[in-house]
């Protein structure tokens, strides 16, 4: 059985960076696409990274230089590296697995074609 967990959330100061980490168990990473996603309160899912089988990446063009998507496959394991933290980067952020549908260097976006999920992982900017 294939198993999310994410790791590194917290308190934060704005300005600073912080690294989430997604731990994959059951499967090897290289085999997955991988994404990550928040959600801010009262606000719906939205996309921010997602990496490919051939190590790709993708991310939102507003979120582009502050966020960086990264994976060590010896550790099978996915990170979120969110650098000079704002107020609105306040949220629940989650790593999933694409469903197997994308091939290659394909970096979906968009949360249905992810299919495994993660706990979650909150992340609080203060002032």
């Known amino acids: 059985q294939v198993q999310l967990a994410e790791s590194g959330g917290g308190l934060v100061q704005a300005g600073t960076s912080v690294k989430l980490s997604c731990k994959v168990s059951?499967?090897?990473?290289?085999?997955?696409?991988m994404g990550w996603f928040r959600q801010a309160p009262g606000k719906g899912r939205t996309f921010v990274a997602s990496?490919?089988?051939?190590?790709?990446?993708n991310y939102p063009y507003s979120l582009k230089g502050r966020f960086t998507i990264s994976r060590n496959k010896a550790k099978n394991t996915v990170y979120l590296q969110i650098h000079s933290l704002k107020s609105e980067d306040t949220a629940d952020y989650y790593c999933?697995?694409?469903?197997?549908?994308?091939?290659?260097?394909?970096?979906?976006?968009?949360?249905?074609?992810?299919?495994?999920w993660g706990q979650g992982t909150h992340v609080t900017v203060s002032p």
């Open positions: 059951g499967h090897p990473l290289s085999d997955l696409v």
């Open positions: 990496i490919s089988r051939n190590g790709g990446t």
């Open positions: 999933a697995i694409e469903k197997g549908i994308f091939a290659g260097g394909a970096c979906p976006t968009d949360p249905s074609d992810f299919g495994i």
